[in-house]
């Protein structure tokens, strides 16, 4: 897993820094309702998964941010057929605005604090058809 999380990433971090945006906006819509694969969600755990991208992260050579890690465990997560969204929010901090990714599985954050989605405010979720105005 700690291999896979560490190639995904890198493959990510490239996409998003040196490709144009049209080439990878679909990476942030929510998913279609799919057929969960019930067996895999409920044998998977999500923090093997989380600690995965977070260890490949810490021996990356740039440091990726969390959309990147988000991104990152969402492809994983795709590929295991358990349907995800990502999430973006901002906040104020004193001068300057923060802005943070995370991923939600049937509404419950899994790669950070559960308090975070009321930390932030949220971006709508991405739909297919306001996606193709960006």
């Known amino acids: ?16 820094s040196f490709l ?15 057929k969960t694969d019930q067996a895999a969600a409920t044998s998977l755990s999500f923090k093997q998964l989380v600690w995965s991208v977070n ?3 810490s021996h990356h050579p740039r440091k990726p941010t969390c959309l990147r890690r988000s991104l990152t465990l969402k492809h994983m997560l795709q590929r295991r057929h358990i349907p995800t969204d990502l999430r973006i929010g901002i906040r104020k901090n004193s001068s300057q ?3 943070h990714a995370w991923i939600e599985h049937a509404g419950i954050v ?3 604090s559960p308090d975070i989605a009321t930390s932030y405010s949220q971006f709508p979720v991405l739909k ?3 996606l193709r105005h960006l």
């Not at 700690?2 to 996409?15: H, K, N, P, R, V």
């Not at 144009?20 to 799919?34: A, E, F, G, H, N």
């Open 97 to 99: 605005i923060d802005a």
């Open 128 to 130: 297919e058809e306001l």
């Open 110 to 112: 899994i790669n950070d």
């Open 20 to 34: 144009p945006y049209s080439r990878w906006k679909s990476w942030l819509l929510i998913q279609p309702d799919v």
């Open 1 to 16: 897993m700690l291999t896979e999380a560490w190639l995904t990433l890198s493959w990510i971090d490239f996409t998003v």
């Open 55 to 57: 260890a490949a992260a």
